[in-house]
């Protein structure tokens, strides 16, 4: 049983449509991070979210963590297919060292 | 400078043989993190060390053996490599366990 979990798996959409992730738990965490991975390299981290409720903006994608602080979303925005890649979940429940990752969601924009 | 560095890139070996993996980190992060993707794509964490001390050593035979002789460095030995070691293995670093800087990955390919 993964302690997070991301859906849906795969998603394609046409350039200039929207999108969003969704990335829930049972377990509340002190913080909650996505991350983007594309192929041949490593997940880079996008951001952080630390409070519940909190929204943060990164250009045209927009991440939310839930009030209880066991859930997150990702949004974007008018997609571009720069955009395309593998976007991850990320967290560590409260006082645990062990960074625990959602089986990814993969993300392809058409042209 | 490359921030989490890990040689080699690329390893194709036989069954049997033993390898190892090295990262290093130039961070001055505390925290170093052994993930393993499968080719689903789900990353699951192996190993992580807090300052040199092992903190995280989940469920991986005991023919994987990390290595950390100091704070930026750390190794990964495994011993008699099996068909099902195939994998990418993924480096990474964090501060007082905060987001994680990960490496580009080696892809370990077990003929």
């Known amino acids: 049983t993964q302690l997070l979990e991301q859906s849906p798996q795969f998603l394609s959409i046409q350039e200039g449509e929207n999108l969003t992730v969704y990335c829930n738990s049972s377990s509340v965490f002190s913080s909650l991070q996505w991350y983007r991975q594309e192929p041949g390299e490593g997940p880079v981290l996008l951001v952080t979210?630390?409070?519940?409720?909190e929204v943060k903006k990164l250009k045209r994608l927009t991440f939310q963590f839930g009030d209880a602080r066991k859930d997150s979303s990702l949004h974007i925005t008018a997609a571009q297919p720069g955009d395309t890649g593998l976007y991850l979940c990320?967290?560590?429940?409260?006082?645990?060292?062990?960074?625990?990752f959602g089986a990814g969601t993969t993300v392809t924009v058409r042209a | 400078d490359t921030a989490v560095s890990q040689t080699p890139k690329y390893l194709v070996t036989q069954m049997g043989n033993d390898k190892s993996i090295k990262c290093e980190q130039n961070?001055?992060?505390?925290?170093m993190y052994w993930y393993k993707q499968d080719s689903k794509k789900f990353l699951k964490i192996m190993f992580s060390y807090n300052n040199k001390e092992l903190i995280i050593n989940e469920t991986v035979p005991n023919r994987f053996s990390p290595k950390s002789p100091d704070k930026a460095h750390l190794n990964l030995h495994i011993n008699s490599l099996e068909l099902g070691d195939s994998a990418v293995y993924f480096c990474a670093s964090s501060l007082n366990r905060e987001a994680a800087f990960f490496g580009q990955g080696t892809r370990l390919t077990v003929v």
């Open positions: 990320a967290g560590r429940p409260s006082n645990d060292y062990k960074l625990s």
């Open positions: 961070l001055g992060h505390d925290t």
């Open positions: 979210v630390v409070t519940g409720g």
